[in-house]
């Protein structure tokens, strides 16, 4: 069931949804006005409505957008608990994803139960029921097709509601991601290879020193790594992004990670955590991100807010 939100249908002016080129104009301009036909205020903060919103739209499984941009029609949920998983923090209620995801998370969580001392996985935020920009957190998972997958080697998979909102991960991270720390295992890699080796799989996102570990360790073929690329914060999860489904037109690929094995990259993240370069005088100042309201998202995301 979906909890009642007020949507008031208000008809904005369209030039509010301007700025940029005239294709990206006359994008919002078209969003705007379907978001209104389906008496949806196009100007309304658009993670408002999708965090109000808890189970799936009743349509067939579709992204539409982009990772950071977008909304998921048809989401699938992950099982709370499963043979190989357990979803955690079931109070935010983001274990729903396109149907793909859901599967991959359960045949990497089969390949990390026959990992020595890995019962299967603690799997993190995967999206919202209809995806969407979220409340707190994440800029991405917005199209059902990324996971996070906790650190924490699973012990026991028989944990309650509130054992999963009171347990935490565990940091992999030294030295402000520079290195693996001791809690860092020979399982952990094999994982990660695993889910970089899968075709469903676009790229992995992990912290610096991590990266830099497993080129070090890798032997035989390395062109799994490529997959692998290094990002802040991700010490205690890392974060997998799976391709768009094949035939999802609406659905809007990341571009490939560039050509080789990406180590000499990670190489120079680990530089530059250990020897900051000095800021740049010249840099211009961070510009404030702003909110997405409605007429930011695909059009079609109107009909996946107003499906029951």
């Given at each position: 069931m979906v909890r009642k939100f007020a949507i008031l249908g208000l008809?904005?002016?369209l030039a509010a949804c301007g700025g940029g080129s005239d294709a990206n104009k006359d994008s919002a301009a078209s969003a705007a006005l379907t978001f209104a036909a389906a008496n949806l205020d196009p100007n309304a903060?658009?993670?408002r409505l999708f965090g109000a919103v808890d189970a799936a739209s009743d349509q067939s499984p579709a992204p539409y957008g982009s990772y950071a941009k977008g909304c998921i029609a048809g989401a699938a949920q992950l099982?709370?608990?499963?043979?190989?998983?357990?979803?955690?923090?079931?109070?935010?209620?983001?274990?729903?994803?396109?149907?793909?995801?859901?599967?991959?998370?359960?045949?990497?969580?089969?390949?990390?139960a026959?990992?020595?001392?890995?019962?299967?996985?603690?799997?993190?935020?995967?999206?919202?029921?209809?995806?969407?920009?979220?409340?707190?957190g994440h800029t991405s998972h917005q199209i059902g097709m990324d996971a996070d997958i906790w650190m924490l080697p699973p012990k026991s998979l028989k944990l309650s509601p509130a054992q999963r909102e009171s347990i935490?991960?565990?940091?992999?991270q030294t030295?402000?991601?520079?290195?693996?720390?001791?809690?860092?295992?020979?399982?952990?890699?094999?994982?990660?290879?695993?889910?970089?080796?899968?075709?469903?799989?676009?790229?992995?996102?992990?912290?610096?020193?991590?990266?830099?570990?497993m080129c070090k360790d890798a032997t035989?073929?390395?062109?799994?790594?490529?997959?692998?690329?290094?990002?802040?914060?991700?010490?205690?999860?890392?974060?997998v992004r799976l391709n768009c489904p094949k035939g999802a037109s609406g659905c809007v690929?990341?571009?490939?990670?560039?050509?080789?094995?990406?180590?000499?990259?990670?190489?120079?993240?680990?530089?530059?955590?250990?020897?900051?370069?000095?800021?740049?005088?010249?840099?211009?100042?961070?510009?404030?991100?702003?909110?997405?309201?409605?007429?930011?998202?695909?059009?079609?995301?109107?009909?996946?807010?107003?499906?029951?």
């Open positions: 008809i904005v002016s903060i658009a993670k099982p709370e608990t499963g043979p190989t998983w357990q979803a955690m923090r079931l109070s935010r209620n983001r274990n729903w994803a396109h149907p793909e995801t859901v599967a991959f998370v359960k045949r990497l969580s089969a390949f990390a026959t990992q020595p001392g890995w019962e299967g996985l603690y799997v993190g935020d995967m999206s919202q029921p209809r995806g969407g920009p979220m409340l707190t935490s991960s565990i940091t992999m030295a402000g991601g520079a290195y693996v720390n001791s809690s860092w295992s020979p399982q952990h890699m094999a994982i990660l290879k695993a889910a970089a080796s899968d075709p469903a799989v676009a790229r992995i996102f992990i912290f610096a020193g991590a990266k830099v570990q035989g073929d390395r062109s799994w790594l490529r997959k692998i690329r290094p990002w802040y914060g991700h010490h205690y999860h890392f974060h690929n990341q571009a490939p990670p560039p050509a080789g094995d990406g180590c000499a990259e990670a190489q120079q993240w680990v530089n530059n955590i250990l020897n900051p370069p000095p800021p740049d005088p010249n840099a211009p100042p961070p510009t404030p991100k702003r909110e997405y309201v409605l007429a930011d998202l695909p059009a079609q995301c109107a009909s996946v807010l107003s499906s029951q």
